[in-house]
């Protein structure tokens, strides 16, 4: 699926849903199932400090594919990390540079990623396309 | 107070009727910033409304008007805490800037390299980082009180800190993340045993229990309107008259001068010295608005059914598994932060938010504390006196079933 089918998937997932709780126990679950981190890349190098809580991101790239791993001490910041993984994993660095990633205010969770709650959110997805530009400047050398 | 008169208080303050996720508002967020009462908003209506114009040096009729509600509003800030003087009262924008002032000209006046300040572990970042600064500036040494378990100074440590080469003590009142009401007429009398002065940060006090600056024997008082029911923006700095004569003027401009040449500039007398520019004396008039209020409802009063709400609502919690609270003085004001298990504090807030309830989560600008409870942060619920143990009910179920979600 191209990143666009698969935002759109999860809106439609969450647009099915009326209640804010049960919007919130979807993303609880989405946090409890995300695969934990690898103990090895959860290390300073990787963490992208909040304010409120914390995010570990790891990128890895094979065959032009880039696969992100990533975790938090937070369970809702989990479960949009995992959606975020969700997205953008599997994909190739160009096509992660050029998407823009509108699944996040459309399921009305916007204002995790809002610059005041500082929880992390933002940077790690300016670090996931970050990760994309480094190894497609890389490949291109 | 009784529930007739909590109602009555409550139809006073217009924001706790608003929907919030079309939940009714419960507001414990408190230790933050209070919401304001009608009186003191419709008194910055009256000030741009019919009081404005520039204050001290106009001749015409509005501007002596403003200048005599600016003027006054310091006569009421100087009578609720007990001060000798009103020249004692100076208007700053809160409680940080007011610390930034005592800690940059108390600094130039009487430190050097070498010497050392004393703060606590319980700061609030505003009373760290200016001494930081300060130390930094001057190549000093910032001591630290520790606590013990329950999140009391150790007053025994403290004294040992003391020595020749302190200059000046930087404690809080009450904590903003544990509630702790510090025995602050203690610390400064030990303080000035050794003729070291002491600055208080009233901030989280002043809203909860009364406060005389005479009988503590403080020298420095400070505290931020906007946490007593007032205006943001502005906030008071006590300072005993020796002190604020024997310190430098903070900032230069207008209003805190008496002559100015290019050679040479005389500064104004007490409190103008330290009130550089354009006051605001819309500000200060609400300021006054908000004491006057809490002083109708009555400080003991106040002091009394918060205590209520504070042994009901730990009560209360305390019925949760896993409850951890964090912060277990004996002298507490109505703060507080707790932990559920292994749940996240952030998790815990952001539920309870789309539930209607606003509490504060993380560190409370106190990283060190945090830190050295070897804790993520905390929720933190703090009340005020329009609070109901209704509320704290709601709250409890509402944390009941966020749990239950989250575990």
């Given at each position: 699926m191209t990143i666009n089918e698969l935002q759109d998937e999860i809106i439609e997932e969450f647009s099915s849903l009326d209640d804010w709780m049960d919007k919130y126990a979807l993303l609880i679950d989405l946090g409890n199932s995300?695969?934990?981190?690898d103990e090895k890349h959860k290390n300073p190098q990787n963490i992208i400090q909040g304010c409120q809580s914390r995010v570990w991101l790891n990128a890895e790239l094979n065959d032009g594919i880039i696969t992100y791993q990533g975790e938090s001490d937070a369970v809702l910041v989990k479960g949009i990390v995992s959606l975020l993984i969700q997205v953008l994993?599997?994909?190739?660095p160009d096509e992660i540079l050029n998407t823009e990633l509108y699944f996040v205010d459309k399921i009305g969770l916007k204002e995790h990623l809002s610059?005041?709650?500082?929880?992390?959110l933002l940077a790690m997805i300016k670090q996931m396309k970050m990760y994309a530009l480094a190894f497609k400047s890389a490949n291109s050398k | 107070m009784n529930n007739k008169q909590i109602r009555l208080i409550r139809e006073?303050?217009?924001?706790?009727?608003e929907k919030i996720y079309n939940k009714d508002l419960i507001y414990f967020d408190n230790g933050a910033t209070t919401q304001k009462p009608r009186c003191v908003v419709e008194k910055m209506e009256e000030g741009y409304y019919h009081l404005n114009a520039n204050i001290?040096?106009?001749?015409?009729y509005l501007s002596q008007k403003a200048t005599e509600a600016h003027e006054t509003a310091r006569n009421t800030v100087a009578e609720f805490l007990h001060?000798?003087?009103?020249?004692e009262i100076i208007f700053t924008r809160g409680t940080t800037e007011a610390i930034n002032l005592v800690a940059t000209t108390f600094g130039e006046a009487f430190c050097k390299d070498g010497d050392e300040v004393i703060v606590s572990v319980m700061e609030h970042h505003s009373n760290i980082v200016p001494w930081q600064m300060l130390c930094e500036r001057k190549g000093m040494k910032l001591r630290i009180i520790p606590m013990n378990d329950n999140g009391e100074l150790k007053l025994d440590e403290f004294q040992q800190l003391l020595?020749?080469?302190?200059?000046i003590v930087s404690v809080t009142?009450?904590?903003?993340?544990?509630g702790t009401i510090n025995p602050v007429a203690e610390i400064i009398k030990l303080a000035h045993f050794q003729n070291i002065p002491v600055l208080i940060d009233g901030a989280q006090a002043v809203p909860h229990i009364p406060v005389n600056v005479q009988e503590l024997d403080a020298d420095f008082y400070v505290f931020s309107a906007h946490k007593i029911y007032g205006p943001t923006g502005i906030g008071a700095l006590y300072g005993k008259e020796k002190w604020l004569n024997a310190i430098p003027p903070y900032q230069g401009g207008g209003?805190?001068?008496?002559t100015v040449t290019f050679e040479k500039t005389t500064y104004n007398e007490l409190?103008?010295?330290?009130?550089?520019?354009?006051?605001?004396y819309i500000g200060s008039t609400a300021f006054a608005e908000a004491l006057r209020y809490v002083q109708k409802i009555g400080l003991n009063e106040i002091a009394d059914y918060e205590h209520a709400l504070l042994t009901y609502g730990t009560e209360k919690l305390l019925e949760i598994e896993g409850m951890r609270i964090i912060g277990t003085a004996v002298?507490?004001?109505?703060v507080i932060s707790f932990l559920i298990g292994n749940i996240h504090p952030y998790d815990i807030g952001m539920l309870l938010d789309k539930l209607g309830i606003a509490v504060r989560t993380g560190h409370h600008c106190a990283q060190p504390l945090i830190d050295s409870l070897g804790i993520p942060g905390t929720v933190r619920a703090s009340f005020a006196f329009y609070n109901t143990k209704e509320e704290i009910d709601v709250f409890i179920e509402a944390l009941k079933r966020v749990v239950g979600m989250l575990q």
């Open positions: 995300l695969k934990p981190l994993s599997g994909h190739t610059p005041t709650r500082s929880n992390g | 006073d303050f217009p924001i706790l009727k001290h040096r106009g001749v015409h001060a000798a003087k009103r020249e020595n020749e080469r302190t200059k009142h009450v904590s903003n993340v544990l209003e805190m001068i008496q409190p103008f010295k330290f009130e550089a520019g354009t006051p605001d002298n507490k004001s109505s």
